[in-house]
């Protein structure tokens, strides 16, 4: 399962962060993508049992534990020089680099 919402064009050559709040259910482990904002694809895994970033491809991760099991998990990258459209991305998962 995933979501997915249609970004506005952001500033090139620039540095943006994407993040959701996630608690974990029947899956602990949920993944942050951004597409066709650079090349390639950016990608990080996060582990909601262990509050701990799993791989991440071309960008950032980072996870902010919060009270009654909650998390902010983040995923950052840079746009490249001439494209700044594309979409966000929110899996569940059931393992790193699932």
């Keep these: 399962m995933y979501i997915r919402s249609l970004a506005n064009q952001l500033a090139t050559s620039t540095p943006h962060t994407f993040s959701v709040f996630a608690k974990k259910d029947q899956l602990s482990y949920l993944a942050l993508e951004t597409k066709f904002f650079t090349v390639p694809t950016a990608i990080v895994y996060f582990d909601l ?6 791989t991440a491809t071309n960008c950032t991760g980072a996870i902010q534990a919060y009270p009654d099991g909650w998390y902010r998990c983040s995923l950052t990258f840079t746009t490249d020089a001439s494209d700044g459209a594309g979409y966000g991305n929110i899996f569940v998962a059931e393992g790193d680099g699932d």
């Design 49 to 54: 049992d262990a509050g701990t970033v799993g």
